[in-house]
């Protein structure tokens, strides 16, 4: 990691820890700070180029994310990625974006249509091509806001942000096995079915659709962290 640029005009503490925390979630999410791996405070703060005092700030809001991970006497880890960890990530999810779905159906008018549909039309229009880290970028920019598009009108300000959390998470998975592999599935004809059964009021069909996104999506995933995986010794090997 290269030192923050801290010119005047962002030298202020919150927005220097803002900061740290963009580069150090950026850095977890894309697996340049690997899962599992220690974090020595000391070291970041020298290779950054910032003060412990607001390292410790962006990290205690990572900690509140679920992405670093801190206990007694060990310090600060960045947390594992395991299939358990996957499912409960899919399983929190399946919970709660389906319901605010249907929140934001019953909620959003004309204007949240549009802003649904518009996002559906510049997520379809931009490409995602494995092992082009500009390209994957974008796309998942796009995903991401298509998503919190469709949901942002359940107006449950605490539930879009334990939703946000979630994504970061499931995020990772997306960003550390899909760098230099192949799309699994074409997803616009899922989008694009959710997003005008959304529109057209099909409160139960657009959750139905949004339920099985994430599970085809979780499925994915699974399959490559499973096949990524270190495999028992048969009994009685060396």
Avoid at 45 to 53: C, D, K, Q, T
Avoid at 88 to 109: D, F, H, T
Avoid at 143 to 172: A, G, Q, W
Wanted: hydrophobic content about 40%; overall charge neutral; proline content about 5%.
């Amino acid at each position: 990691m290269s030192a923050l640029d801290l010119s005047p005009t962002t030298a202020g503490k919150p927005t220097l820890a803002g900061r740290i925390e963009a580069q150090l979630r950026h850095d977890i999410l894309h697996g340049v700070l690997a899962p599992g791996a220690k974090l020595n405070l000391d070291k970041l703060r020298n290779s950054m180029g910032v003060g412990l005092s607001p390292l410790r700030e962006a990290v205690t809001r990572l900690v509140s994310e679920g992405l670093i991970d801190v206990a007694a006497q060990r310090g600060y880890t960045v947390t594992p990625i395991s299939v358990a960890n996957l499912e409960e990530v899919c399983a929190l999810r399946l919970e709660l974006e389906p319901y605010a779905l249907r929140k934001s159906i019953a909620n959003g008018g004309l204007d949240w249509e549009t802003a649904v549909m518009g996002a559906l039309y510049r997520l379809n229009k931009t490409d995602r091509i494995p092992g082009d880290p500009r390209s994957l970028a974008g796309w998942e920019a796009a995903n991401n806001t298509f998503h919190l598009t469709l949901i942002e009108r359940c107006d449950m300000p605490l539930l879009i942000k334990m939703y946000s959390s979630l994504v970061s998470m499931n995020d990772r998975y997306r960003h550390i096995y899909l760098k230099t592999v192949a799309m699994q599935r074409d997803v616009i004809d899922e989008h694009t079915a959710i997003a005008e059964a959304a529109v057209e009021r099909r409160a139960d069909d657009a959750a139905a659709l949004l339920t099985r996104h994430i599970e085809r999506s979780t499925d994915n995933l699974r399959r490559l962290i499973t096949a990524d995986l270190p495999t028992e010794a048969p009994a009685g090997s060396a």
